[in-house]
């Protein structure tokens, strides 16, 4: 299709759909993770709006709503966030892996930990610590591996710890 020729009908209701749909997976984000992305103030708004509503026919039309607010904004970044979270994304699985080789160097060697401090200082240094000596524990003991699974956790989250900015019009 060349830039000349006008979207049809269809398309444009295709694309409305699109928006309307990640709209209702955004909303679905917990109330930080909403408050995370920078969005515009109408739309922000909009998506914790919803879920106050009980009412099905209240909370479609917020949904259309929601929809309307998202041509505004550019959706690629929001789509890559949700991918993202949902782990299916190709930088999402590579931090995944980088959070286990860490988990395992800092195990193996909690001197470790100093270098991965170095690189991601907002770290609470404690904490890991002491997640990482409870799981050395924990192994030994042959227990659950509850520590383990808890510093793989915090170090995902250091690894994954960023703002999105997203890019709308302020036609305000």
Not at 25 to 39: T, Y
Not at 139 to 168: G, M, V
């Amino acid at each position: 299709m060349s830039l000349d020729e006008p979207i049809s009908k269809s398309q444009r209701k295709r694309e409305m759909h699109d928006l309307q749909a990640l709209g209702e997976a955004l909303s679905q984000l917990s109330q930080d993770k909403i408050k995370h992305l920078a969005l515009p103030e109408t739309l922000e708004k909009a998506l914790l709006d919803v879920k106050t509503f009980k009412a099905h026919g209240a909370i479609r039309r917020q949904l259309q709503y929601i929809g309307k607010l998202m041509r505004e904004v550019d959706p690629e970044p929001l789509i890559a966030y949700l991918d993202q979270l949902k782990g299916v994304s190709r930088e999402a699985v590579a931090l995944q892996h980088l959070a286990e080789q860490w988990r395992q160097k800092i195990i193996e060697d909690i001197r470790q930990l100093d270098q991965f401090c170095e690189a991601h200082p907002e770290a609470d240094r404690t904490q890991l610590r002491q997640l990482a000596m409870n799981a050395i524990k924990e192994h030994q003991a042959q227990k659950p591996p509850r520590s383990f699974r808890q510093l793989y956790r915090l170090i995902l989250e250091q690894l994954t710890q960023h703002t999105i900015h997203i890019d709308h019009d302020d036609q305000n």
